[in-house]
C-alpha cells in the first residue's frame, strides 16, 4: 500500500515509518522541518515538509503522495514546540498537540475525502485518562475522563470513527527517547508519588505500539482500540520500581493538599485518581503481540 505518515520524524513515527517500509509499502511521511528530511530518507521514506495546522499544506501534501491509508501521529511535545513542562501551566504545553488532534486530525479528513482515501488510523492516549469513578481499569467501552486536554482526544476520536477508521490509545510510551524527562526527574528525586499513589497508569512500549499500528494499517481496522501492555499498575507499585532500576533514590511522598497547591490538578488526578486500560480488545481482533508484555520486564531491559 501507499502509507502517508503525518508526523514520521516524532518518536513512534521513527519507530513505524522502518517497519512499515520492511512490510513492503510505499510510505511518505511528514516534518515539520526541512533539516529532518534526511532523517526520513534514512528510514526509507519519501520525506514532505507539512504544517498539520494549515489545511492547504496538508491538502497538498496529501494529494501529491495519493495514499492508500493516512496515518496520523503529529503532536506538538517537543521542546520545539511545546517548550518546558510546567504541571501548573500544562494547558500551555499541550496547546499545539490539542490543535493537532482537532483542527489538524479534521483538515487530514478533509484532504482524504478529497484524495478518495477511504481507511485513516489515528494516535489518541490511554495511559490514565480513563473516566474516574467505577474499576481502576477500562475497555474501549469506557469513556475517557473529560479535561480540557481529552477533549481534543474526544473530538479526534469521533471524527476518526464516523469516517470509518481506526483510533489507537496508546498508553503511556517508554523507549529511546520517549520518556528521557521522567526518568531525569526521578533520577533527582523530583517526582514524588502524591497521596497513596493509588492512581493507576497502563504503559506500551514504542516497538509494542509500532507493531500494533502496523496491523491496525495492513487489516484496515475500524473503531477504537486500547493500545496498551498486559498489567496496568498503581503509581506506587511502577514509581518506586522504576526509581529502584535507575539506582536512584526512593521517590518522596508529598499529600495531595500540597501536591495540589505545587504541581496543579492533573498531577494530583494522575497520580490519585488515574484508570488504566485493558488491552484485551487489540490482542483479540488485530492478533497484537507484544514483546513487553510487562513495563517491569520493559523497564528491566530498556530502561536500567
Known amino acids: 500500500m501507499r502509507v502517508f505518515v503525518a508526523g514520521g ?3 513512534l513515527g521513527q519507530r513505524l515509518v522502518p517497519r512499515l517500509v520492511a512490510a513492503g509499502h510505499q510510505v511518505t511521511a511528514t516534518t515539520t522541518s526541512a533539516a529532518k528530511l534526511d532523517l526520513l530518507g534514512r528510514l526509507g521514506a519519501d520525506g514532505v515538509v507539512m504544517d ?7 491538502g497538498q501534501a496529501v494529494a501529491q503522495a495519493r495514499p492508500d491509508v493516512i496515518v496520523n501521529q503529529m503532536t506538538g511535545l517537543s521542546p520545539t514546540h511545546a517548550g518546558k513542562l510546567n504541571p501548573r501551566k500544562a494547558e500551555r504545553f499541550f496547546a499545539a498537540t490539542n490543535r ?3 483542527e489538524g486530525m479534521d ?3 478533509a484532504a482524504a475525502e478529497a484524495v478518495g482515501v477511504d481507511h485513516v488510523v489515528a494516535q489518541s492516549h490511554a495511559s490514565f485518562n480513563g473516566i474516574a469513578e467505577g474499576g481502576w481499569v477500562k475497555t474501549e467501552q469506557d469513556p475517557l475522563q473529560v479535561t480540557e486536554g481529552t477533549k481534543a482526544l474526544i ?4 471524527a476518526v470513527v464516523a469516517a470509518g477508521g481506526a483510533v489507537l490509545r496508546y498508553g503511556g510510551f517508554y523507549g529511546p527517547g520517549a520518556n528521557d524527562e521522567q526518568i531525569d526527574l526521578i533520577r533527582k528525586r523530583l517526582l514524588p508519588i502524591i497521596g497513596g499513589g493509588t492512581g493507576y497508569t497502563s504503559w ?4 509494542d505500539a509500532a ?3 502496523v496491523l491496525a494499517i495492513q487489516q484496515r481496522a475500524t473503531g477504537v482500540f486500547n493500545i496498551v501492555d498486559d498489567e496496568p499498575a498503581p503509581v506506587s507499585a511502577w514509581l518506586p520500581y522504576l526509581a529502584q532500576l535507575l539506582e536512584a533514590k526512593p521517590p518522596r511522598r508529598v499529600p495531595a493538599w500540597l501536591a495540589r497547591l ?3 490538578e492533573m498531577a494530583v488526578g494522575m497520580m490519585v485518581r488515574g484508570r488504566g486500560f485493558s488491552n484485551a480488545k487489540a490482542k483479540r481482533e488485530l492478533g497484537w503481540q507484544l514483546r513487553y508484555p510487562s513495563w517491569r520486564q520493559g523497564f528491566q531491559e530498556e530502561l536500567a
Open 9 to 11: 520524524t516524532g518518536v
Open 52 to 58: 498539520g495546522l494549515d489545511a492547504a499544506s496538508v
Open 100 to 102: 493537532l488532534r482537532t
Open 107 to 109: 483538515h487530514l479528513l
Open 155 to 158: 473530538h479526534l476520536e469521533d
Open 204 to 207: 506500551v512500549h514504542l516497538d
Open 211 to 213: 507493531e500494533a499500528t
Open 262 to 264: 505545587l504541581a496543579g
